[in-house]
């Protein structure tokens, strides 16, 4: 937004495809926007704009607290609550017999989505952990990012998974894969407990909302301010 050729007003938008099944859509995650205390009174005409497309579905995965009020009455919905952190040590072995852990650079021999290739070797430019759980009938995609939480402990954040569920599956082979790296703790977008984990869920920590047709699952943050740039 300009005033006399001035900028007076932004809003950073990442936008990408998001896939869930065989359903897409163009996510838009609002990472961030300011405006100039003058020109406030122009702010909710300003993000309007941005939000008038409805065949897109917008995010919000890092809200202030103090605009959460704000993003309710622009139409935004909370789908996720808060935080599982799942401890890696303790998960349960896989229920399949041969499970390879392999970075992705590796290109899997088995079946795999070309999607899911090129979004791990993406995410691991950006500074992410991408990996593949290979098995016999074909080749599971998972991203992690590094962060520190309670002030020094760190977690590796979970970005992307096809769905919770094939995370809890391979929990073995993955939390022995962060172990040895350094990663005791597995963070993960939650709406309580999940079963099949040990860990600890944070409600109100982290929460993340959006706004449009196709509500975002849980388990893949990908292509947001989380991934890119660690926030």
């Known amino acids: 937004m300009e005033s006399e050729g001035a900028p007076v007003g932004v809003i950073l938008v990442i936008s990408s495809t998001a896939r869930n099944g065989d359903v897409s859509t163009i996510r838009c995650n609002l990472s961030s926007w300011y405006v100039s205390p ?6 909710h005409l300003f ?26 009455v622009q139409g935004f919905s909370r789908y996720s609550a808060g935080q599982f952190y799942a401890l890696s040590v303790s998960f349960r072995p896989s229920r399949d017999p041969q499970v390879n852990v392999v970075p992705a650079g590796v290109v899997p021999e088995t079946r795999f989505e070309s999607f899911e290739y090129d979004l791990l070797q ?3 430019r950006f500074g992410c952990m991408s990996l593949w ?10 991203v992690f990012r590094s962060r520190v939480t309670w002030s020094f402990v760190p977690v590796a954040q979970l970005v992307y998974c096809r769905n919770i569920e094939e995370f809890v599956r391979f929990a073995g082979p993955i939390g022995r894969f962060l172990a040895r790296r350094g990663f005791f703790f597995v963070m993960i977008d939650a709406n309580g407990p999940i079963p099949g984990l040990l860990g600890i869920y944070r409600d109100r920590s982290l929460p993340k909302y959006y706004k449009g047709q196709m509500p ?7 292509y947001t301010e989380s991934a890119l740039f660690g926030i």
């Open 47 to 72: 993000i309007s704009r941005i939000l008038k497309n409805k065949d897109f579905t917008y995010v919000n995965v890092s809200p202030a607290p103090h605009t959460l009020p704000i993003i309710k």
């Open 122 to 124: 993406e995410h691991a």
């Open 38 to 43: 003058e020109f406030r009174s122009f702010a």
């Open 133 to 142: 759980c290979l098995t016999s009938d074909r080749a599971y995609p998972f």
């Open 216 to 222: 975002p699952r849980l388990g893949d943050i990908a």
